[in-house]
């Protein structure tokens, strides 16, 4: 009937951290998380060996905001060259920080500027620049920018999809992440030429 809603449509919306409005909208829109394989060895192999092996990030947009964005290296949604991992850049501006949240996956950072900490199931965790850290598996974890002047940027790897494939699925938002940027720091943008 018209004007009714789809149920397979509303579906495919479900999801969580749909009870807020949209902050991050890979948060809330149905994502690939693993994609089928199909066909024959031979056309597979053939498939994965023609993926480019090099993606340049300056050209995806970053996505989130305002203190924390984000923008996604490799995922199954995104290249068919990985199925098992994930990756992604984060920038945090001035001070910033961003969602207290949980997830079965563990995720390594590699710190690549800046300075700060995380509270992993309220033990607080520094970092800087040039160091790997660990968010271990199925903590509630935070991320914080300590330097107030200055932005941080970490390169982010999970098995994240492998996880879901599993039924590992837990995910949860405890805290949104801030809505506005930081006094002193209105205009500040993720860098360009990552």
Known sequence: MEGEADPAESAAQAGHNREQPVVWERWQRKRTFVRALEGTYSHLTKELLDQPRVISMPKKPWKGGPQHFSKVGISPGSVAIA?????HIEAYGPGAYGQKHGHLNSAVFYVLKGRGYDIHDGKHIPWKAGEIMIVETGCVHQHFN??????AILLVFKAKPLFLFM???YQKMVIYPPTT????????KPPTDL
């Open 181 to 188: 940027l930081l006094e002193g720091h209105e205009d500040w």
């Open 167 to 169: 039924h590992l699925l």
């Open 83 to 87: 199925q098992s991992i994930e990756t």
């Open 146 to 151: 300590a330097d107030p002047d200055n932005e």
